[in-house]
T-cell receptor
Framework: DAGVIQSPRHEVTEMGQEVTLRCKPI?????LFWYRQTMMRGLELLIYFNNNVPIDDSGMPEDRFSAKMPNASFSTLKIQPSEPRDSAVYFC?????????????FGPGTRLTVL | DAKTTQPPSMDCAEGRAANLPCNHS???????VYWYRQIHSQGPQYIIH???NNETNEMASLIITEDRKSSTLILPHATLRDTAVYYCIVRDGYGQNFVFGPGTRLSVLP
């Protein structure tokens, strides 16, 4: 398996534009996670899905952020409109459900810069 | 909120053992200790986890004190490629999400 795939790897956009980040989880994994990492706040969980259903979106910063998982092999994180403070590295991770042992596999991340 | 306390940074000489401590004094009976690491610019990588007993795998060893209030991750022969931020996380067996604290930045020096 190629691991978790994220695209694009780098995105530079201007304030006010819509940004869409994409993630393909590892085949067979039933959990998908979106994280954001900044120097100031570290690594934060934004939202996670189980079997394509959002379970916890309490980490989503505001209504400008939305995430979808239309099927088991694809998820998007959308920011509309984007702001400079959204600049960060966004990671997607996936895992297979097991009680007590949960190894999340992270993608390479998307580095977002909002000018 | 993170339930663990780690030193912000540590140095280790290449080839020596790296011992990374973690305090989790409020850990409850059904909570596991997990360790992840993040090498610069990459996504975090799972290392090891444990409940009560000491654990060892191909990457590291995990030593958990008898009262479970602290643990130590041991990299037996650190290499330059082990330079990374190491995260100690406490989580129950049924939860699926992790809360990452600031971690320990380990620098392996030649």
């Amino acid at each position: 398996d190629a691991g978790v795939i994220q695209s694009p790897r780098h995105e530079v956009t201007e304030m006010g534009q819509e940004v869409t980040l994409r993630c393909k989880p590892i085949s067979g994994h039933d959990y998908l996670f979106w994280y954001r990492q900044t120097m100031m706040r570290g690594l934060e969980l934004l939202i996670y899905f189980n079997n394509n259903v959002p379970i916890d979106d309490s980490g989503m910063p505001e209504d400008r952020f939305s995430a979808k998982m239309p099927n088991a092999s694809f998820s998007t994180l959308k920011i509309q409109p984007s702001e400079p403070r959204d600049s960060a590295v966004y990671f997607c991770a996936s895992s297979e459900y097991r009680v007590a042992y949960n190894e999340q596999f992270f993608g390479p991340g998307t580095r977002l810069t909002v000018l | 909120d993170a339930k663990t306390t780690q030193p912000p940074s540590m140095d280790c000489a290449e080839g020596r053992a790296a011992n990374l401590p973690c305090n989790h004094s409020t850990i409850s009976g059904n909570e596991y200790v997990y360790w992840y690491r993040q090498i610069h610019s990459q996504g975090p990588q799972y290392i090891i986890h444990g409940l009560k007993n000491n654990e060892t795998n191909e990457m590291a060893s995990l030593i958990i004190t008898e009262d479970r209030k602290s643990s130590t991750l041991i990299l037996p022969h650190a290499t330059l490629r082990d330079t990374a931020v190491y995260y100690c996380i406490v989580r129950d067996g049924y939860g699926q999400n992790f809360v990452f604290g600031p971690g320990t930045r380990l620098s392996v020096l030649p």
